[in-house]
């Protein structure tokens, strides 16, 4: 009698781990790289600040024109990028096209506009996920350094 639960013993432990060890496990999908978070989706600029001599100002409530909000940003995934008016159109359009790479980290975007004679622009990446894209940067204007800070969402 002993023997026999021990055998019916074993064979349920046997089974047991049989069966933990044989359930097909599905892989998880990779998570998508930087580039793929970038690519392939209508970005919307929904804040842009800069500091001037010193001084924080929001761009995005004080600059901006209306006919600029709603113009979307698109990073192609054969590293072309197109800015398109949204619905409201600027007078002359505010139109762009170029390419764009990624540094290997996913920290650096840069950017070279076909409108602006191939020029180069390149930004840190201080956010990027599936709906947000952060960036900043230092521009120039009439020989002033000017850090400004744009965010992006998807639409």
Do not use: H
Not at 6 to 23: E, K, N, V
Not at 53 to 64: F, H, I, M, R, S
Not at 88 to 109: E, V
Not at 132 to 153: D, E, N, Q, W
Request: charged share 15%.
């Amino acid at each position: 009698m002993n023997q026999l639960v021990a055998i019916a013993l074993s064979f349920s432990l046997l089974g047991g781990l049989t069966a933990c060890g044989s359930s097909s496990k599905s892989e998880d999908p990779a998570p998508p790289t930087k580039a793929e978070l970038l690519s392939d989706k209508d970005w919307l600029l929904t804040s842009a600040t800069a500091t001037v001599l010193g001084q924080p100002v929001d761009v995005y409530a004080t600059v901006l024109q209306t006919c600029q909000k709603d113009d979307l940003l698109r990073y192609n995934s054969n590293n072309t990028y197109t800015i398109s008016e949204g619905a409201t159109s600027c007078t002359p359009p505010d139109t762009d096209n170029g390419t764009w790479s990624l540094s290997a980290d996913g920290t650096k975007l840069t950017q070279t506009s076909a409108r602006q004679g191939s020029t180069a622009t390149t930004q840190d990446v201080l956010e990027l996920t599936t709906t947000s894209l952060k960036i900043s940067s230092t521009y120039t204007y009439s020989g002033i350094a000017v850090p400004a800070t744009l965010t992006f969402t998807k639409k």
